[in-house]
């Protein structure tokens, strides 16, 4: 009796085992499939429910073969290496609806102003392409107050210009695009606010754009809401060369292009030649009614004003020059020297409280 209860235990205990084994292998099957997409993080609940009852398993054969002698930790299925499935011991940026994670992003720009877009709840999104041979990275950043201007800074190393775009979206919603170009004016030679145009034809004509490029163009321009302005922001070098300085925008600066209306108002810093409110249009300011209102309002508040006169013959691939001469949008440009955050700031308070139109 005590033989064959013996033999049935130990009958028992081997049935048990073999069903922790393949309880186990069955676990270690499900690991090794390889991911299909990366996107696929969280799982389903029909999955997590599958996943309970497997767990539950796991477990009632882990207390039996802990009866019959057997090691639990031999059960165990090995935690799956992150490397195996294309990843890392690092954690992956988080993403919220196709939003990057504002934490983990390094680009210096937006590092800097890390606080002030976690505090707005801002939705970062990052465009990767390759045109005309050239690695373009633009970034498209929106705020909680969807409805607004769109705040376009083309060039990386205008870290003034990017900073006033993070207060614009946070003061006054819309959307802003910035290009990536590693903290520089140009990539690879190719400026950064000389490459909006689509057309093979028109960027033989322009000297400084190498190749059309749609997909830059359609970065900048499709995240714009109907009725909404498009205001540049940009800063520049002292002064400019026929002065003495090294910039190249300047109220002081004679053209038949940009045409400078000089604000005998101005004070303190708004006085400075680089801090200027720039608006472009097709027709010069004596045939324009509304230019030439915006002009003398402007100029009355205290504010240098430049009239930038776009036509085909003179296109030169600027966002100015694509915006006007393709009847998308009213455009705007708020040019400070370099550094000055604070004049720039308040230029566009000045003209948010004008309602550019």
């Known amino acids: ?23 186990t292998m069955n676990s270690r099957d499900i690991l090794g499939q390889p991911e299909t997409s990366i996107a696929a993080v969280e799982t389903p609940r029909s999955a997590r429910d599958g996943g309970s009852a497997a767990r539950n398993s796991n477990q009632q054969a882990q207390v039996a073969a802990a009866a019959t002698g057997l090691s639990s930790s031999a059960d165990q299925p090995p935690r799956p290496d992150p490397a195996r499935f294309g990843g890392s011991s690092r954690p992956a940026a988080k993403q919220r609806d196709g939003c990057l994670d504002i934490a983990s992003i390094r680009e210096r720009d937006i590092a800097r102003n890390r606080a002030a877009l976690t505090r707005m709840d801002a939705c970062i999104k990052l465009a990767k ?51 990536e170009a590693g903290e520089k004016r140009s990539l690879r030679g190719q400026d950064a606010n000389r490459n909006f145009n689509k057309s093979i034809a028109i960027a033989r004509k322009c000297r400084l754009q190498k190749a059309p490029a749609p997909r830059y163009t359609d970065a900048y321009i499709k995240p714009l809401q109907s009725g909404q302005p498009i205001i540049a922001l940009h800063s520049n070098a002292n002064g400019y060369s026929g002065n003495g300085g090294s910039g190249t925008i ?31 249009a097709r027709r010069p300011v004596e045939s324009d009614r509304r230019l030439r209102k915006l002009v003398n309002d402007f100029n009355n508040k205290g504010v240098h ?20 001469l393709n009847g998308i949008a009213k455009y705007y440009n708020i040019e400070v020297q370099d550094g000055k955050g604070a004049v720039q700031r308040d230029l566009l308070r000045k003209l948010m409280a004008y309602g550019p139109r």
């Open 305 to 324: 004003v430049i009239a930038e006169l776009v036509t085909p013959g003179k296109n030169d691939c600027s966002l100015s020059n694509y915006v006007v």
């Open 129 to 179: 392409f390759t045109e005309g041979g050239l690695p373009w990275q633009i970034y498209t950043i929106t705020g909680p107050k969807k409805r607004g201007p769109l705040w376009a800074v083309p060039h990386d190393n205008e870290d003034v210009a990017f900073d006033t775009g993070v207060y614009a979206l946070a003061q006054y919603g819309g959307v802003m695009v910035a290009t």
């Open 1 to 23: 009796m005590v033989r064959n209860g013996l033999s049935a235990l130990a009958l028992a205990g081997l049935a048990v085992g073999v069903a922790a084994c393949s309880s």
């Open 250 to 280: 300047s109220i002081r600066r004679k053209s038949s292009i940009m045409r400078a209306f000089a604000s005998r108002r101005a004070k303190g810093a708004l006085a400075d030649e680089d801090n200027i409110l720039l608006v472009a």
